[in-house]
């Protein structure tokens, strides 16, 4: 059977000579070949063009479907989103209604707890006045009973007193009178004895009469005595009457004090039994309250509970679609990776500056290849015209013209933006992961800092805007932490000066993994904002070296480098690491000395600027046609950006050129300089 194979041929290969892919070339193909080269030559490279052509349309469909994908799940998406930010606008509503019921609640039992201390409080002043009364009342009527008793005690004591006395002093004084009596008595007893016996008859008459007589006065006096004591006794008992008369008033007051202090008492007790009604009251409207508030907390907690159901399903399905958009999200990211291999790791465009003095203007002429996948470009020597009335130099006679292919021209009408839509996959491939460095090369006055970084449509800019944009999409659709960060340097000679300076704090080594590089001591900051991206540029130009030259006033002397960290959350660290980085670089301009003209310390700079741009062009020239060396070590440039470089880095290298009759040769050379970079064949 006859296997059918691809040939390749070197571009820019002078020999013609064909290299076989397939080692196992049959001898048929050889003869063949021998045959006729011409023939086998056109159809090995229509082959190649259609299996490309093949593979970018089936790529390109590939990609249309994807996009179509993408598309109606970013749709569903969106209404998806639309959804919960229905269901999240009542959230915080409920909520909020929940938290005021809660407040309102929290209220009312606050309410009804100083309503309950205070009828504790009003039972504790109640209980304490009563029993306050009731002691005074205690004391009071023990007083009053003890004074009385005491006052009674004294009368009854000073009466009896005054009664005995009066006995006492009555009895001797009968006792004495009796004495002296019965002594009369006992005399008379004697004298009568005797007399009886003298004169026993009549003197016993004569004596019993005197005797009845004494007796008779004894009697009367006696009598009258005990009468007075009577009245003595009686005057005694109307003054104990008097005295329990005025007891009788004491008790009546007594009586009477006690039923105003009972008054008072009964009147304090109905006004705390009338505020322990209305207290109670409240209390029970406060408890009603109560119930009805719970109730509607109880529905609200209800409907937060559906709500919340409600969100919970709809993260699930968020969280199939997340699923669904990190497969489509990496399937797109090997897909765009594919095409950019495709395109080519390492890409060399071309940019020519407008010039407006069209007449002192060499000619070039600009077109696609025949393959579809390079452009060329047709340069031609200006005529030289004697005695120009125009110009002080000679100008030359058309004489030669030079071609040169890359992978895309860009001609004078190109603008900032047309150059970013070819660049903004580059900046994608870097936030999938990759190392991407975006090199401006070109003779000064060419127009790099143009296209690296003029205010709001240099690559700079716009890359960093578009990063901004993708990752903050990234973490609303994969829900991804995406943190970008960024150094801002420069390389003159062999001295790497920082840029940021005192523009930007000093990352903390908690937040970001910092990479391991010889860049360390430059100063990182987090990148933030396009706004924050311009003031930064400003500040660095403002810092930049700058020196005059014959060739631009304003010079740069230096390779300037704006490198970007894109840094994912790690969960497992707890810190940003660093997964890809683009670097865009505007390198110092490239002067051939004949035409700069410097000397002294300006020539060592062009010697350095030289070397390290030739070491550049090495280092590229390595990595494509896949050396087994790279020359990195021999500049300080290519030294820094050997972790960007190689692998599956992508390189993309604009060589700026202005199309001026007196900047020909420098034209010339940096176009030689980007071809060789450009056709360097593949081993
Ligand atoms: N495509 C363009 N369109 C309009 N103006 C341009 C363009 N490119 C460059 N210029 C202008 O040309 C001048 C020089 O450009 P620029 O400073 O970018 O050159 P350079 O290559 O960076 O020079 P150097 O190496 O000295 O830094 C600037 O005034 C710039 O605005």
Known sequence: MEESKIYRRPLHDVSNELIPIDQTTNLKQQKRRKLSTTTYLSSSKNTMASIIETMNS???VQMDDLIQLKQDKQNDLYNLNGEIWKVQTQIPDLELKIEKLNSKLQIVKTKFQSLENN?????????????????????????IDKSFNEKLVKLSQTYEDKVTNIINSN?????????????????????????????????????????????????????????????????????????????????????????????????????????????TSEELALKSQLNTLSN???????????????????????????????????????????????????????????????????????????????????????????????????IKKSLKSYTFSFDKIFDENSSNGDIFEEISQLV??????????????????????????????????????????????????????YQLYGQFFEIYGDDV??????????????????????????????????????????????????????????????HSIFKVHISSYSKELSKYNIIGSLNLVDLAGSERLAHSQVTGIRLKETLAINKSLSSLGDVIASLKSKSSH???????????????????SKTLMFVNICCLNSHFNETLSSLRFASKVNNTALK
């Open 630 to 648: 790279i020359p990195y070590r021999n500049s300080k440039l290519t030294y820094i950006l050997k972790d960007s470089l190689g692998g599956d």
């Open 296 to 394: 509607s907390k109880d529905e609200e907690c209800n409907k937060l509970l559906a709500l919340k159901e409600e969100c919970r399903q709809y993260n699930h399905d968020i969280e199939i679609y997340n699923q669904q958009i990190k497969d489509e999200e990496t399937y797109r990211r090997f897909l765009h990776n594919k095409l950019q291999e495709m395109k080519g790791n390492i890409r060399v465009f071309c940019r020519i500056k407008p010039e407006y003095e069209n007449i002192f203007n060499h000619q070039i002429q600009s077109m696609s290849c025949t393959d579809g996948l390079k452009e060329s470009l047709i340069i031609s020597e200006p005529k030289v015209i004697q005695n120009s009335k125009t110009s002080s130099s000679p």
């Open 497 to 558: 000066r920082d840029l940021v300076g005192i523009y930007g704090d000093e990352l903390n080594d908690d937040e970001v993994i910092k990479p391991d590089s010889d860049i360390n001591d430059i100063k990182m900051i987090k990148l933030t904002s396009i706004e924050q991206i311009q003031q930064l540029l400003d500040h660095a130009t403002k810092k930049r070296a700058t020196a005059a030259t014959m060739a631009n006033d304003v010079s740069s002397r230096s």
């Open 428 to 481: 994608q491939s870097s936030l999938d992961g990759f190392n991407v460095c975006i090199f401006t090369y070109g003779q000064t006055g060419s127009g790099k800092t143009f296209t690296m970084s003029n205010p709001n449509d240099g690559m700079i800019p716009r890359s960093m805007s578009q990063m901004f944009e993708k990752i903050e999409m990234l973490s609303s659709s994969i829900g991804k932490d």
């Open 119 to 143: 009828i504790e409080n009003l039972n504790i002043v109640k209980n304490h006045k009563i029993k306050s009364l009731h002691d005074s009342m205690e004391i009071f009527k023990s007083t």
């Open 171 to 279: 009895h001797s004084k009968f006792k004495e009178e009796e004495k002296i009596i019965s002594d009369k008595i006992i005399i008379l007893k004697k004298s009568l004895e005797d007399y009886s016996q003298k004169h026993l008859d009549k003197a016993k008459s004569d004596c019993e009469a005197t005797l009845k007589s004494e007796i008779q006065d004894l009697k009367i006096i006696h009598e009258e005595k005990i009468k007075s004591i009577d009245e003595e006794i009686q005057y005694l008992n109307k003054k104990i009457i008097t005295l329990n008369e005025e007891i009788a008033q004491l008790e009546v007051q007594q009586l009477n004090n006690s039923q105003i202090i009972n008054n008072s008492l009964n009147l304090t007790l109905q006004d705390l039994n009338e505020s322990l009604v209305k207290v």
């Open 58 to 60: 089936n790529s390109k």
